[in-house]
């Protein structure tokens, strides 16, 4: 919710939390959520490279959900799209 209203430093103190949580016990799912809200904070700023290597680390390794898939995919295709390449944005 605070990467949708563009509240970065909220959402980063929530991906701080959820880290220190994940840190104690691993869940590949939630995990992989916290990587796509930290996808989508870094793109926020800007930041097109890390984005994309974050939802790399999210798909890695194991058989992703279908929702799951969809939203990392929208993430991708923008980080694409923030560094200027519209071609695999669209794909």
Do not use: C, F
Not at 15 to 43: C, F, H, N, P
Request: avoid cysteine.
């Amino acid at each position: 919710m605070h990467l949708e209203h563009y509240e970065l430093r909220q959402a980063r103190n929530s991906l701080e939390q959820a880290d220190a949580v994940l840190g104690v016990s691993s869940d590949k799912l939630i995990t992989a959520v916290a990587y796509l809200v930290a996808a989508g904070s870094v793109l926020a700023e800007g930041r097109a490279e890390a984005g994309a290597q974050i939802i790399a680390r999210a798909r890695a390794g194991w058989p992703i959900p279908a929702w799951l898939d969809q939203r990392l995919t929208s993430v991708q295709s923008r980080a694409y799209a923030v560094a200027g390449d519209i071609r695999a944005a669209l794909r």
